[in-house]
């Protein structure tokens, strides 16, 4: 395996998948909770009919909006920089970090294992896969949604290069 300014040379290139470290998840899950609150109030405000309820309303729906924009923007400016990636490649795996460097990558041939949790609920769902490795830390990184692509892949791979 040779080392390149972007990562080590893992053969071609099989897929690109999103994935995201364990502050990308947390940040998914306050956006959620947050607009979910939000509306909770809009819907409060709606019902009690306060003074100055128009006020009160215009605020809490701006707050929305802007988390909203921040979240429109902030994907632009990963998918930009190539950030929050899963590389599949021949010869093994690479993760990219929020703007784009290497945040971790193992080839298949030093992988002595993969574990998998996932978790679904009503403001988050989530896969974490976790890479065991030989001799090093293991390559942790989390596969946001129901049932997204990636886990399906990876795991085939996985089972081609002779993991259970």
């Given amino acids: 395996m040779r080392e390149t300014r972007s990562g080590p040379e893992l053969g071609r290139r099989i897929g690109t998948y ?3 470290g364990i502050m ?3 940040a998914q899950f306050a956006l959620r909770t947050i607009t979910l609150l939000a509306l909770v109030m809009i819907g409060a405000l709606v019902w009690i ?5 128009l006020l009160k ?5 701006a707050v929305v909006i802007v988390l909203f924009g921040l979240r429109l923007a902030w994907r632009f400016v990963t998918a930009r920089c190539g950030g929050n990636q899963c590389r599949l490649h021949q010869g093994g795996v690479v993760v990219t970090g929020p703007f784009g460097g290497v945040r971790g990558a193992v080839a298949w041939r030093e992988v002595t294992g993969l574990r998998r949790m996932s978790n679904a609920s009503l403001l988050m769902a989530f896969h974490r896969m976790e890479l065991e490795r030989r001799g090093g830390p293991p390559l942790t ?9 990636l886990v399906e892949v990876l795991v085939k791979l996985a089972a081609r290069n002779g993991l259970e």
């Fill in 24 to 26: 990308g998840a947390l």
């Fill in 18 to 20: 999103h994935a995201v």
């Fill in 49 to 53: 009919r306060p003074d100055s309820t």
């Fill in 57 to 61: 309303s215009s605020v809490t729906a």
């Fill in 141 to 149: 990184f989390i596969a946001l949604g129901f049932e997204p692509a």
